[in-house]
């Protein structure tokens, strides 16, 4: 039988990631496109979670995003991620989007989520990951919310099962 895993404090994980908005990346408004928004979510999400995990991650589900502002041509995209609940071989991650204003240096929060995560082994197999220990007040509620929201997922997905 292996050796528990000891764990690692949570706010080890945590990652930034900042992106110029150019125009290849924008729609005919010269704001960036929600699919670009959505790709650097998920690229600043993998981040913290391997760095967490220590080998590498796949996306397993992404929860549902609302594009609170939008993001112009010129301004910077500012993702910011954490792990927030780790389990046996997957993990919740948030994924806040800031965006600045270089001229003004005004930041605006302008998107969220929350992204899934699986470790997995040098064969592609699910693989078991270090527990994430909550320390601060913040991380404990976010363990918490993640937990809710863990099951909300599950619940989704059995009746998305059943259906197919």
């Known amino acids: 039988m292996s050796e528990p895993l000891a764990g690692r404090r949570l706010s080890e994980s945590n990652s930034q990631l900042t992106e110029l908005a150019l125009p290849n990346d924008a729609n005919i408004l010269g704001t960036l496109f929600g699919g670009k928004v959505m790709s650097l979510v998920d690229l600043a999400g993998s981040l913290a979670a391997v760095r967490h995990a220590r080998c590498p991650v796949v996306t397993a589900s ?45 930041i605006k929060h302008t998107a969220s989520a929350y992204l899934t995560f699986v ?31 863990r099951r909300y997922r599950l619940e989704l997905r059995d009746r998305a099962q059943k259906q197919w």
């Open 62 to 106: 992404i929860d549902h995003m609302n594009f609170l502002q939008p993001i112009h041509i010129g301004q910077l995209v500012i993702l910011r991620s954490s792990v927030n609940r780790v389990y046996r071989t997957s993990m919740e991650v948030g994924v806040k989007v800031w965006v600045e204003n270089v001229r003004t240096g005004e």
């Open 119 to 149: 470790a997995l082994d040098k064969d592609g197999k699910r693989q078991l990951i270090e527990p994430g220990i909550p320390v601060s007040e913040d991380e404990k509620r976010r363990y918490e919310e993640a937990g809710e929201r």
